[in-house]
């Protein structure tokens, strides 16, 4: 029995194919940026992971250019203008805000007054109507309810 559960644990194992990356930074700080870069900025090939959770091979080759421009000497800007070049502005989680993307920096606050005015308008009507219904004399009333009461042909 153990040389059973053994052999499927060694099975399910070989399977797992975790790499650690082993990087020589000269400073802590350039080690921090170089970890804020890869949690910021996300794999082109993978939806929805940054460059650290990513196992792609296209993110491995960015987290090397990210070591290799930090290396350099770049700035955050000089960086993040390089990979905005090279891979577009889906590498970046946080898009930034220009004309281009003024939609989609805008577009949840535009949809959160439309719907604001949305129900505006419907509570406005359903007073109007209520209100309506109050201005009815006894017999206009009575004679609605007979109306309403009445079974359609």
């Known amino acids: 029995m153990r040389l059973v559960v053994w052999s499927i644990l060694l099975l399910l194992a070989a399977g797992v194919n975790a790499g650690i ?21 996300r794999c082109p090939k993978c939806q929805n992971q940054n460059l650290a959770d990513s196992n792609a091979p296209i993110a491995e080759d960015l987290r090397e250019q990210l070591y290799r421009l930090l290396q350099e000497g770049q700035s955050d800007q000089q960086i ?22 003024w939609l989609l920096w805008g577009g949840p606050v535009l949809m959160f007054v439309g719907g604001l005015l949305a129900v505006g308008t419907l509570v406005r009507r359903a007073r109007q109507r209520t209100s309506a219904l109050a201005d009815l004399s006894d017999e206009e009333s009575t004679r609605l309810k007979q109306l309403l009461d009445q079974d359609c042909p």
């Open 21 to 41: 990356e082993a990087r020589d930074f000269s400073s802590p700080e350039q080690r921090e940026r170089y970890l804020h870069f890869t949690a910021e900025l």
């Open 80 to 101: 993040v203008d390089f990979m905005v070049s090279r891979y577009g502005e889906y590498v970046l989680y946080k898009p930034r805000i220009e004309p281009r993307t």
